[in-house]
């Protein structure tokens, strides 16, 4: 079963806009991890934000993590039409073999 | 550096057939994951294996399903009897090398495999 819930499925919004992703996640966790991938190929890592940090950037992403709440968000700011993809988040429920368990994804178009 | 690499890139078989994919990780990676993307779906954890510790089979979801591992090279996933419903993308990733913004946990897939069972 996937433990983590993205929504929306799906999203559309013009280039120059923010786009924002939310993951829901079911049990205690290690770390959560956003990850891109392109055209249902090979999964690119964004973030890792950890189970002790609420929030964290990197260039155009701000990843929010709420452990009370069991939720993540991802936001992308003034988006490209290169930022075209789906978004997954990935939760790791720590241990030594990292699994990581995937939601179904963000399907983000971002319009020229 | 090379990153993880797949092939076949796209494999057609018949059902009933035994198919195998192979995954070759970053040079230096102790862990490789399997899992499996159905269409429109999230990945599927299917196997892991850590070095020469036994490996985490718990995500294959029948014994027609199984992965081997020589060292921390090359990894195969064999599917025997293949069926219709295992059409999906096998990625296959790695993990070990760590620094500043990528810590240990973070896997590094490859572009996958297309499996498709007419």
């Known amino acids: 079963s996937q433990q983590g819930e993205e929504d929306p499925q799906a999203l559309s919004i013009q280039e120059g806009e923010n786009a924002t992703m939310n993951c829901s996640y079911k049990t205690s966790i290690n770390n959560l991890q956003w990850y891109r991938q392109n055209s249902g190929r090979g999964l690119v890592h964004l973030i890792l934000?950890?189970?002790?940090?609420r929030e964290k950037h990197s260039g155009r992403l701000r990843v929010t993590l709420d452990t009370s709440k069991k939720s993540s968000s991802l936001l992308i700011t003034a988006s490209r039409a290169a930022d075209t993809a789906s978004y997954f988040c990935?939760?790791?429920?720590?241990?030594?073999?990292?699994?990581?368990?995937f939601g179904k994804g963000t399907l983000l178009t971002v319009n020229p | 550096g090379a990153g993880v690499s797949q092939s076949p890139s796209n494999k057609v078989t018949e059902k009933g057939k035994d198919v195998e994919l192979r995954c070759d990780p970053i040079?230096?990676?102790?862990?490789l994951y399997w899992y499996r993307q159905r269409l429109g779906q999230g990945l599927e954890f299917l196997i892991y294996?850590?070095?020469?510790?036994?490996?985490?089979k718990s995500g294959l979801p029948s014994d027609r399903f199984s992965a081997e591992r020589t060292g921390e090279s090359v990894s195969t996933l064999t599917i025997q009897r293949t069926q219709q419903e295992d059409s999906a993308v096998y990625l296959c990733a790695s993990s070990s090398r760590a620094h500043r913004d990528k810590p240990r946990e973070t896997q590094y897939f490859g572009p996958g495999t297309r499996l498709l069972v007419l």
């Open positions: 990935a939760t790791d429920s720590g241990g030594s073999n990292y699994k990581l368990t």
């Open positions: 294996f850590q070095g020469n510790s036994a490996p985490d």
């Open positions: 040079s230096g990676h102790t862990a």
């Open positions: 934000i950890r189970s002790n940090e």
